[in-house]
């Protein structure tokens, strides 16, 4: 607790620095030519769960520094798709970084995560969950049949989302009729290359 204490402490200091920078700069900051990119020390300033999924927690994830967190995130928005379809239930996960965590747990088969309601009080309590993926949502005009015999490691796939049909991403709501969006949900991307380095 007081090494997590810490770091939450270093990432504060580190985050307020770099903003006080960011005031002074051209709000726009065009880049041109190859390098469109943001510069890697400002990572921090979009990253969620800094001082959590730190890179002493996880040490193939490509952050500046220890404190970490993950930047390829969707506020409120499930952009998670149907294959390999695993949940987490309070107390196993207590909120949306213990979920991209149980994501970079499992590099081999998950890709997406969504910390969301799922409205199954039997199960969930009544709180967020956690459900983890290896495929996305497809776009509106994609439609996906998956050849059960000559695929692997796609199971749990709810036969119900085979085809896979494609559509917006949708929101993340508080209310089981979908009329209240919910800003705390959240959705993201994990990745791991070719040479272990983890992205999140």
């Not at 204490?5 to 200091?13: E, G, I, K």
């Not at 990572?43 to 500046?64: E, M, V």
């Amino acid at each position: 607790m007081h090494f997590v204490s810490t770091a939450l402490a270093v990432c504060a200091a580190i985050s307020a620095a770099t903003a006080t920078s960011l005031y002074h700069r051209n709000r726009c900051d065009i880049r041109r030519g190859e390098d469109i990119f943001p510069r890697f020390s400002e990572y921090s300033d979009w990253a969620i769960c800094k001082g959590i999924i730190t890179k002493h927690r996880f040490p193939n994830l490509q952050a500046p520094n220890n404190c970490g967190g993950c930047v390829r995130y969707y506020r409120g928005i499930d952009m998670t798709g149907v294959v390999t379809e695993v949940h987490f239930y309070h107390p196993k996960v207590r909120n949306a970084c213990d979920c991209a965590a149980k994501c970079l747990e499992r590099p081999n088969n998950c890709t997406n995560w969504v910390w969301k309601h799922t409205f199954m009080p039997d199960v969930d309590g009544g709180k967020r969950s956690c459900t983890l993926y290896s495929s996305p949502n497809l776009p509106s005009d994609v439609n996906l049949a998956y050849n059960l015999d000559l695929s692997q490691g796609f199971l749990p796939l709810d036969p119900k989302n085979n085809p896979q049909n494609g559509s917006a991403a949708p929101l993340t709501f508080l209310d089981a009729a979908n009329t209240i969006p919910d800003r705390f949900g959240v959705s993201g991307f994990m990745v791991q290359d070719q040479n272990n380095r983890q992205f999140c």
